[in-house]
């Protein structure tokens, strides 16, 4: 049983990686919960921690209604062995399998996993496979060794609140990234050696074939740190998201351009996934259609490719115009979104 300062700080917080790990029981009201109960916290007087539901209630205690505590091990049970199927696997399983082995429904099974990893069982194993691929190079494996750990063990801490905001909230840009921690990693991924860089509030450079010197070159200032665990959840959905491009609106970006630039990489965002534009359709959208060239230069200054779609901006006449990463990472991507 760990220290009750641990799960009193844990239940605060509502974490959901202490769930199944202790119960907070409420003398008072005579009731125990998970430690991510979205009930309101009881006074600390009132509370004891048990280290399993039975504990509670030998005590005398209920289990609560609306957070179900003594269904954690369940949803844990159900989570392991399906990441366990598929790592046996080697590839994704159908959600209706995986689901069909826990006795849960596919769509809770798929909420259930989501919560636990951050991720869906499919792009779980989309990454899965990506690390496949960088254990070949000695460095990145370490990195994406670290994404699988922290993928089930540590998820979302990083960018926990910007999940689900497809926004862009500059604040590493501003003074060469003063005062900004940014964590990196170089990955290998089937379009090559990818650098993911983020902060707190979201990833803000994606490229190819760059390393630390280029970050360094970006952002002088800012304090770079290679790796860590919460950045690792992120940096995993990253990889799922560029191994199968176009799933990927939930990732948050921080970014920063003019407004005529912010202006571009939004309408960027919208163009759908298998679809493209091209430069003149580009700058019309965003009310200028004299601004073709201009509408290209922001393009090309995009930081974060990939998830700012700038390679499904093509020539009029369909020539695949310039990519700054190479026109073979272009032509490989907008395939892979044909599919
Ligand atoms: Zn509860």
């Known amino acids: ?24 029981g409420v003398m008072s009201t005579g009731i125990y919960c998970r430690p991510s109960c979205p009930a309101r916290h009881p006074k600390r007087e009132n509370v004891r921690f048990f280290a399993t539901g039975a504990e509670a209630r030998a005590a005398g205690l209920r289990p609560c209604k609306r957070c179900s505590p003594d269904d954690v091990s369940r949803d ?19 959600l209706a399998a995986l689901a069909d082995e826990t006795g849960y429904s596919p769509s809770h099974f798929q909420r259930v996993f989501t919560r636990h990893t951050g991720m869906s069982p499919a792009a779980y194993a989309r990454a899965l496979m990506s690390e496949k691929a960088a254990q070949a190079l000695t460095d990145e494996g370490r990195v994406t060794e ?52 983020a902060t707190g509030k979201g990833v803000c450079r994606l490229s190819f074939n760059e390393g630390r010197e280029a970050l360094e070159e970006r952002f002088p200032k800012a304090d770079l ?11 995993a959905q990253v990889v799922a998201a560029v191994e ?16 005529f630039q912010e202006a571009v990489w939004r309408e960027l965002q919208r163009i759908p996934k298998g679809e493209t534009r091209t430069y003149a359709q ?58």
């Open 244 to 259: 199968a491009p176009g799933d990927f609106a939930h990732i948050p970006l921080d970014v920063k351009g003019t407004a």
């Open 76 to 94: 844990e049970r159900a989570v392991l062995s399906a990441i366990a199927a598929i790592k046996q696997a080697g590839q994704p399983l159908a």
């Open 1 to 24: 049983m760990m220290p009750d300062e641990e799960c009193w700080n844990a239940a605060l917080a509502r974490d959901r990686t202490y769930d199944g790990r202790f119960v907070s």
């Open 146 to 197: 670290a994404i699988y750990a922290a993928g089930y063990s540590a998820p979302s801490r990083f960018y926990e609140g910007t999940q689900g905001r497809l926004g862009m909230m500059p604040s590493a840009w501003a003074n060469g990234g003063k005062g900004a921690t940014i964590h990196w990693a170089v990955v290998a991924t089937s379009l090559g050696s990818m650098l993911v860089a």
């Open 225 to 235: 740190v290679e790796g860590g665990a919460g950045f690792a959840a992120l940096l």
């Open 282 to 339: 580009l700058a019309a959208a965003v009310g200028k259609p004299k601004a073709v060239r201009a509408a290209g230069s922001a393009n090309g200054a995009n930081n974060v490719a990939v998830l700012i779609p700038c390679h499904r901006v093509i020539r009029t006449g369909g020539g695949l115009g310039g990519y700054a990463y190479g026109l073979e990472i272009k032509r490989t991507l907008l395939e892979k979104e044909a599919k």
